[in-house]
């Protein structure tokens, strides 16, 4: 009997037969190309460990954008995306796992030269300040209000990647971004030493790789429990640590 129950529960993952696709944005060190145009990072090395487990079949594709990301996970054209902080609007099209992977911590950065200049308790200390964010990102509450009050300068544009460029070229006095992510883009572009952030967090928030609705079917919900369940002992044996050591992360339990 106990071998039959063991069966039964693994069924909907063996007839798992359709590739999943897993989308995400350019985001290094979580998610870019190798100099073969392959997708690497941590992110993508996470799901790769979890579902070659599960000996479910994946392909990823980045995209260059949080908007064309968003417009796939709602037509169906990705099976996952990866990484999303939870935010309730969201779940009209997607579905989140118990289990997140990261928690990101962000602040904001501005320039070196600047740091005395710009502080931030609340948010209306930079209303004085030019204002970069970047379309489809989940921010707090408090800044996705103030996107529409006048006495703010910002400025939106699609691709996160710019934004640090933006900051250095004296185009923006102030981004908001993720340690990791900011850190990672800084040392890629050589921006060391040029930028650094204001002490007090924006928010600190758990990361998820979710489920869109538009692909979900009767199998779904057995896939999640696995993925939650590979995922929880990944963090318990140390090989989540492991990946985000390979490039160079501070682990953060999630």
């Known amino acids: ?37 392959r997708p690497c990072g941590l992110d993508v090395d ?15 594709e980045l995209a260059d954008s949080g908007a064309r990301l968003t417009r796939n996970a709602e037509t169906g054209v990705y099976d996952l995306v990866m990484t999303h902080s939870y935010k309730p609007e969201r779940e ?7 289990q997140s992977h990261l928690r990101h911590s962000w602040h904001f950065f501005v320039r070196k030269a600047d740091m005395r200049k710009i502080h931030y308790d609340t948010l209306s200390d930079l209303k004085p300040w030019r204002i970069g964010v970047t379309k489809d990102f989940s ?30 070229a004296g185009r923006i006095d102030a981004v908001p971004m993720p340690l990791v992510t900011a850190f990672a883009q800084i040392k ?32 779904t919900p057995a896939l999640m429990a696995a993925y939650d369940a590979e995922l929880l002992h990944m963090k318990r044996d140390g090989r989540l640590k492991a990946i985000y050591d390979k490039y160079g992360i501070p682990y953060i339990a999630p």
């Open 1 to 37: 009997m106990r071998r039959f129950i063991l069966l039964c529960l693994l069924l909907p993952l063996w007839l798992q037969a359709k590739e999943l696709v897993i989308g995400g944005t350019l985001e290094p060190p979580l998610k870019f190309l190798d100099d073969q145009a």
């Open 139 to 168: 921010y707090t509450p408090e800044l996705t209000a103030a996107l529409a009050d006048p006495a703010y300068h910002f400025q939106e544009i699609p691709i996160n990647q710019l934004q640090l460029r933006k900051l250095n």
């Open 92 to 98: 009209s099209y997607l579905l989140y796992p118990k």
């Open 46 to 60: 996470m799901v790769t460990a979890i579902f070659g487990k599960l000996k479910v079949p994946i392909r990823i």
């Open 188 to 219: 890629e572009v050589g921006l060391e030493g040029k930028l650094d952030y204001l002490p007090k967090p924006l928010k600190t928030s758990p990361y998820y790789t979710v489920w869109t609705r538009a692909r979900a079917d009767a199998g």
